[in-house]
C-alpha cells in the first residue's frame, strides 16, 4: 500500500486491525499455557475459549492484511469485527471491567468509524 496514495482513514483502519489481532495472538498464546498447566474442571469449555480467541486473531489479522492489500471484500468483514467488540466491551464496562471494556469498546468504535469512512471506501473502490 503506497502511503501517499492511501487516505490516512484505511492506513490508521489497517493498523488498528492488525494491533487488535496482535494482541488476541498474545491472549491465545496466554489461554494455551493456562490450559496446559491449570487443572480445568471442564477441560471443552478451556479450549473452545482459546479456539476461539484464536479464530478472532486469525480474522483480524486476515482482514487487515486484506485490507493493506486494498481488497475490497474485505471492508465489509472489517466493520463486523470492530462492531462486535463493541458489545462485548460495554459488557465489561457495565459489569465490573472498565478498564479492559472502555478500550476495548473505543477500539471497534474508532475501527468501524475509519470503515466506514467515505474516504476509505472510495480508496477501496466501493460505491
Do not use: C
Request: aromatic share 10%.
Amino acid at each position: 500500500m503506497n502511503d501517499e496514495q492511501t487516505p490516512a482513514t484505511l492506513r490508521w483502519a489497517v493498523r488498528l486491525l492488525l494491533l487488535e489481532g496482535a494482541g488476541l495472538a498474545v491472549l491465545t498464546l496466554l489461554f494455551v499455557y493456562w490450559d496446559l498447566t491449570a487443572d480445568f474442571a471442564a477441560i471443552e469449555m478451556a479450549l473452545s475459549s482459546t479456539g476461539y480467541v484464536g479464530l478472532m486473531a486469525a480474522i483480524f489479522i486476515g482482514v487487515g492484511i486484506a485490507l493493506h492489500r486494498r481488497k475490497r471484500w474485505a471492508r465489509g468483514p472489517g466493520i463486523v469485527v470492530q462492531m462486535l467488540q463493541m458489545p462485548i466491551g460495554w459488557t465489561m464496562l457495565t459489569h465490573g471491567q472498565p478498564y479492559v471494556g472502555a478500550p476495548l469498546f473505543a477500539l471497534g468504535l474508532t475501527g468501524a468509524i475509519l470503515l466506514f469512512a467515505p474516504s476509505t471506501r472510495v480508496a477501496l473502490g466501493v460505491r
